[in-house]
């Protein structure tokens, strides 16, 4: 077809937000582009079960290919053999084709061939490309003269949106809807009697259902408001009255615009009255994301205020030797020989290695030993060992020991010209082969850390010359999104982790370069970042310093760039996000896990920390996935003298897992940690079944990590711990809902989709799951900024204050959260902060939250074959703005997973590894349900497997404890729109059931796993 004569209506001196691209100019052009959408549209009516296309799913296969080209040329040869005055009038066609039409066009069931999302529909859909791509190079030819070039449109990727009539009397509610990027529009099918107003700006145009006027597409631009207003004849209401096909360009550069205004942020006093003084020593109360984002500022110091990098404050070179120095040197004397490695004379001992003046290729060093006690001066480096076979020999007093050649370049970069300088480094400061002192220094890693100067990271040899680049780029973040008041107070920093709006990511983009961004992409993703001891190293320093090459800057500068990355700044390289920033963002944030001035969040579980790390850190030793994290401060354990564990590298990996897990099942108090249960598609015994893997990657997104997801398939039921010699069991109690009598093929990324799955019923499920994780009204969030309510703490202004208030020692004050998604215990809806844990971590949940989404990339979950479910999406999201992030999150949840049915026709999501037989049951402890396996032992008794967590629609909201009478009438109540359960706090000297359940009784069963 030619487009030469297409024409475009609107001003060609400025681009309008909505332009009508005109077919009928020329005769041929018209013709052509009308008796292909007169083809397609009529196309999409046909009953394609009635010509064979029932059992013809995959659209690449020769016979689907030959059956769909019979139904075309049938079509297409009526069409251009037709009359002029008669082809395009669709009454005509309907009423001589021999075809058998669909008549409503629509059936709910997604398996049906009349569905949006058939096969059949699919190759139709890609017709519409043709027309697309004339319009497109029409608007391409304008844009020579003199108008704003648009996006590229690249075929295939079209989907399609579908209009409804909202509950008005009028008939005429306006659907709000946003385009990502420049959009082509065209009917596919309109409702008789209904005419659709498109509108952009003052911008608008109409569709009538008549399809022989449909002589004109329109283009939208993108990230503009459009608003559909559906036309009815009959006030017909909540009905579907059109179809329309999309036709998505590429990003293109936005222009500058004028910063919008700054939308009305919490003002922190709520309860004040207008007109009465301020007290500026009262508390405020503001979103828990505003205190995360004041803490992140102030964590890194007065660094934010400099904001440079080589600069003489970070001291690279000591002018003068530190006052501790020669107390160090002290312990030396030149004069005798020592052996390289000696024992240690005390548990709260280490070596410091002396690096000697000098320059040249050889250094030389000494190892010092020194009692943290007294205090030694000293710099901690942090750095990756690489290759194991790539060392070299370094002097070491009157010995040589093998060290990475990657230390060796850095001691070599940090060596002094004219004195002695100090330093501890892991691979020559302790004895590699001394399992038993390799233990006892990782036990006191935290002290080493603690008690240095500060921490020296090195990224590397800067090979590309990018570091400059990379290093001035953070610099513009940082100053960029910085605050421009007051850095203390929180009104600064309201809205900061939300991202940007066009206004401001315009000033970003002219702010930070394509090379800039290209540049911190390589520094977020270099191997340093992968290495699961500097999440530990990086948390206890108390400042630290990163050198790439010849350059280095204030860590805390890099930990501002990696949150805003993930943040304010996700949209800002056109949706190609630096995901690898999530590592050093984790890092920088989890110090503000420990209530002090500047964090109000309380310590982690253990396993919400493994679930942050999970896929994301490499290890030499898988040991050290439990035995790198324990200098942290994190809930039940206080490294140096309460371990949780203590580290002894003599135990196996198995044996170090074992314990970790049951320590952390101990500690929780609840069965969260069973989310990290990965077997992939066949179960793997080489374990016991309820002990994690931590060394290998999840095969699909864990759904109990996350509480905000507000699952309570427990329904509040509380894990009892059951004494036991055996370390190989877990003894727990719950409910047996069903045996699983069906399962489906096993869904991964790239094909998520109804034609992956050959049974009609489990297509069935697979809608319902999908629409439960979508329906906002039963899902929270997608995000903390997706949640109905955000969840708020009080906070000082002044630091000290804080931290005085905040302290154990304190009384004066409590900080509550105005919101409880979901609990592993009680839900009620304010909860008080006391001790070192919260019920409910919502810094935790938010870095969760944040690993999952850098886990994927939205390519790999939008499949072509769900191009109307993406449409759908997308028409949703001026209206709920999270719509299309929780369609993604429900993708992934998706992946790795398949689809069951019970005995008794309940149906859900399960584990790769389930199979027919499998029992679907309810885990007293476990927010969502689970997949056991019987297991028949010799001796005629039965124990059980953890198969894995499942997704269960009408059992996530503890209707199972419900319907077994566990729970007493009157002692909760359910949402009315989303059956939510919520529980009425125990009435004064009432004794709670929960601590009291019997095997037995109301259907609770006991459970060994092994």
């Given amino acids: 077809m030619s487009s030469d004569a297409l024409t475009i209506a609107g001003d060609g001196a400025a681009l309008a937000p909505l332009q009508t691209i005109n077919f009928s100019d020329n005769a041929v052009s018209f013709s052509a582009l009308m008796q292909v959408s007169s083809l397609a549209r009529r196309l999409w009516l046909v009953d394609s079960a009635s010509l064979g296309f029932d059992a013809q799913k995959d659209l690449k296969s020769p016979e689907f290919k030959q059956l769909f080209r019979e139904v075309t040329n049938t079509v297409g040869n009526w069409v251009a053999t037709t009359p002029a005055d008669e082809r395009f009038h669709d009454e005509i066609w309907k009423a001589r084709t021999d075809l058998v039409l669909l008549d409503p066009p629509f059936e709910a069931e997604p398996n049906t061939q009349s569905s949006l999302f058939s096969p059949f529909r699919l190759a139709v859909y890609e017709i519409y490309n043709h027309i697309f791509y004339d319009v497109y190079n029409a608007m391409q030819r304008r844009s020579g003269e003199g108008w704003l070039a648009v996006g590229a449109f690249n075929p295939p990727m079209v989907s399609v949106i579908m209009v409804t009539v909202s509950a008005d009397e009028s008939g005429r509610v306006p659907v709000q809807h946003r385009f990502d990027t420049d959009t082509f529009v065209y009917p596919i099918w309109i409702e008789p009697g209904t005419t659709l107003t498109l509108a952009a700006g003052e911008h608008q145009a109409s569709l009538v259902s008549e399809g022989s006027t449909w002589t004109s597409a329109l283009w939208f631009e993108g990230n503009k408001p459009v608003t559909i207003t559906p036309h009815t004849s009959d006030g017909k209401r909540s009905a579907i009255v059109a179809v329309l096909a999309l036709g998505p360009c590429d990003p293109r550069p936005l222009p500058a615009v004028v910063p919008e205004e700054t939308p009305p942020v919490w003002n922190g006093r709520p309860w004040a009255k207008e007109g009465e003084p301020i007290d500026e020593t009262a ?24 904001c440079s990098f080589d600069d003489s404050y970070v001291r690279v070179e000591e002018e ?275 209530p002090s001035g500047i964090s109000p969040f309380s310590k982690l579980d253990l396993s919400i920390i493994l679930g942050t790390t999970a896929g994301r850190f490499n290890s030499t030793d898988a040991r050290d996935r439990i035995f790198a994290l324990l200098g942290m401060p994190f809930v039940g354990n206080e490294p140096g003298v309460n371990p949780l564990i203590t580290p002894d590298y003599s135990q196996s990996l198995r044996s170090v897992s074992i314990e970790a897990a049951r320590r952390i099942i101990e500690q929780d108090g609840n069965l969260r940690i069973l989310g990290a249960i990965q077997h992939g598609p066949e179960l793997d015994l080489s374990y016991p079944s309820w002990v994690p893997q931590w060394d290998k990657a999840h095969s699909a997104e864990p759904l109990g990590l996350r509480n905000e997801q507000g699952f309570y398939a427990n329904g509040g039921e509380i894990y009892i711990p059951s004494p036991s010699d055996d370390l190989e069991a877990l003894h727990l109690t719950g409910l047996i809902v069903g045996t699983i009598a069906s399962v489906s093929e096993t869904l991964q990324k790239g094909a998520l989709h109804f034609q992956a799955i050959s049974d009609p019923s489990h297509c069935s499920t697979m809608q319902k799951v999908l629409s439960g994780l979508n329906s906002p009204e039963t899902q929270l969030c997608a995000s903390w900024g997706g949640m109905e309510e955000r969840a708020v703490l009080f906070g000082f202004n002044d630091p000290e204050q804080q931290a005085k208030t905040l302290s154990p020692e304190s009384k004066s004050m409590s900080v509550s959260v105005t919101i409880q998604p979901g609990s592993y215990a009680m839900r009620n809806t304010v909860e008080t902060l006391g001790g070192e844990r919260a019920k409910n971590n919502h810094l935790g949940e938010y870095l969760l939250y944040w690993r999952e989404r850098v886990s994927w990339n939205a390519k790999d979950l939008k499949h072509r074959q769900m191009g109307p479910f993406w449409g759908l999406m997308e028409s949703m999201k001026e209206s709920d703005p999270y719509a299309m992030e929780r369609a993604l999150c429900s993708m992934n949840t998706l992946a790795g997973r398949c689809f069951f049915e019970c005995e008794d026709g309940m149906d859900g999501l399960g584990p790769a590894a389930t199979r027919e037989g499998d029992v679907l049951a309810v885990l007293f402890g476990a927010v969502v349900p689970f997949v056991l396996r019987p297991v028949d032992r010799t001796d005629g008794s039965k124990c059980w497997s953890v198969v894995g967590e499942c997704l269960v629609p009408g059992l996530m909201q503890g209707e199972a404890v419900e319907r077994a009478g566990l729970l007493k009438a009157g002692s909760y109540t359910r949402g009315a729109e989303n059956g939510r359960l919520q529980h009425e706090p125990l009435k004064d000297g009432e004794v709670d059931p929960r601590l009291h359940r019997k095997v037995g009784e109301n259907g609770v069963c006991a459970f060994e796993i092994r």
């Fill in 320 to 594: 003068e030797e530190p006052a501790n120095a020669r107390h160090n040197a002290a312990r030396h004397d030149a004069s005798k020989e020592y052996p390289l490695y000696s024992a240690l004379p005390g548990n709260n001992t280490i070596r410091i290695l002396a690096i000697e003046p000098g320059s040249g290729e050889e250094l030389r060093t000494r190892l010092d030993v020194a009692a943290l006690d007294e205090k030694p001066t000293y710099e901690a480096i942090s750095y990756t060992w690489g290759d194991p076979s790539d060392k070299t020999l370094l002097r070491c007093g009157t010995g040589n020991v093998l060290i990475p050649r990657n230390l060796d370049i850095f001691l070599k970069r940090l060596r002094n010209p004219t004195r002695t300088r100090y330093v501890w480094a892991d691979s020559v400061c302790i004895n590699q082969d001394d399992i038993r002192e390799r233990g006892q220094q990782v036990s006191i890693m935290r002290n080493i850390y603690d008690g240095s100067e500060r921490v020296l990271v090195w990224l590397g040899l800067d090979t590309d010359n990018k570091a400059s680049t990379a290093f001035k780029a953070v610099c513009d973040v940082v100053r960029f999104w910085g605050p421009k008041t007051d850095r203390l107070r929180f009104s600064s920093y309201a809205n900061r982790l939300e991202p940007m709006g066009p206004g401001e990511l315009a000033q970003a983009r002219e702010t930070i370069q394509e090379s800039a961004w290209e540049a911190l992409r390589t520094m977020f993703e270099a191997d340093y970042f992968r290495r699961f001891w500097i999440i530990q190293e990086l948390a206890l320093g108390s400042s630290a310093v990163v050198f790439w090459g010849d350059h280095h800057i204030s860590w805390g500068l890099i930990g501002i760039c990696a949150a805003w990355t993930l943040t304010n700044g996700w949209y800002f390289n056109f949706g190609s996000p630096i995901t690898a920033a999530y590592n050093a963002f984790l890092i920088y944030a989890l110090p503000l896990a420990k």
């Fill in 283 to 306: 508390p405020e109360a503001w979103p828990e994301t505003d205190h995360l984002a004041r803490a992140i500022f102030l964590k890194a110091g007065d660094a934010v205020e400099r």
